[in-house]
């Protein structure tokens, strides 16, 4: 093991990362990143939404708090505390905020082919 590599990685608490969600707003803050993931902590007030868009990487949707309507594909998901939510890259998707929630996103960086 390379001993200037760190063996972990520990947030106790992430959702407490973004305390306050402004209203109308959405707040995004990347908790963890390295070769291999980047975690970003996204928080939504109620309402607001992601328009459908894709991501040229894998990504698992970890929904914290508060409630959202999911669109993967052509497929609609009521997202809840502990959903949770695998998609393949260029997967069309878009989030809209029920409730205010927080919600992680792990994008997964697989090598380029």
Known sequence: MDPARPRH????DVAALLPEIPPDSIVSRTVYSDVDVKVVLFGFAQGQELSEHTAGYPAIL????????VTLGNDAVDARPGT??????????????KTAMRMLLLLLKTPKI
Do not use: E, K, Q
């Open 9 to 12: 990685t520990l947030i106790s």
């Open 62 to 69: 970890y929904f914290l708090h508060g409630a959202a309507d």
């Open 84 to 97: 949770w939510v695998h998609m393949p890259a260029h997967l069309r998707h878009s989030i809209v905020a």
